[in-house]
């Protein structure tokens, strides 16, 4: 009954954007701290940003400050990344996740999980 689907990954040239989006049934977005990993092949799941549901910080893992930003439309129980001036190493598997505080994002212990949407950069 709980789902998260991800959405708006593709194929990109170095120095472009794309914009993600996931969008939560089940339960109310708003009640969970939310996050988003990437993972490359023969690569370990890595956190790149997330969101607190207790006062709407953001916190972004260093290689993306200035260049991704996270933010939710909570009337649409949805999520986005933005992301710009893309490089290959940002070449991975986006997912989504929630959970009831931000340690869990942190530690990568989400409640629920997306499929994943494929960002590909490269010229």
């Known amino acids: 009954q709980l789902q998260l689907v991800e959405s708006g990954g593709g194929l990109v040239q170095p120095g472009g954007s794309l914009r993600l989006s996931c969008v939560a049934t089940?339960?109310?977005?708003?009640?969970?701290?939310i996050g988003w990993f990437r993972q490359a092949p023969g690569k370990e799941r890595e956190g790149v940003a997330c969101?607190?549901?207790?006062?709407?910080?953001?916190y972004y893992v260093d290689s993306v400050k200035g260049r991704f930003s996270i933010s939710k439309n909570g009337g649409h129980n949805t999520v986005f990344l933005q992301m710009n001036a893309l490089t290959p190493e940002d070449t991975a598997v986006y997912y989504c996740?929630?959970?009831?505080?931000?340690?869990?994002?942190?530690?990568?212990?989400?409640?629920?999980w997306g499929q994943g949407t494929q960002v590909t950069v490269s010229a």
């Open positions: 089940g339960f109310f977005l708003d009640y969970y701290a």
């Open positions: 969101i607190s549901s207790v006062d709407d910080n953001t």
């Open positions: 996740t929630v959970a009831q505080t931000l340690a869990e994002i942190k530690g990568g212990t989400g409640d629920h």
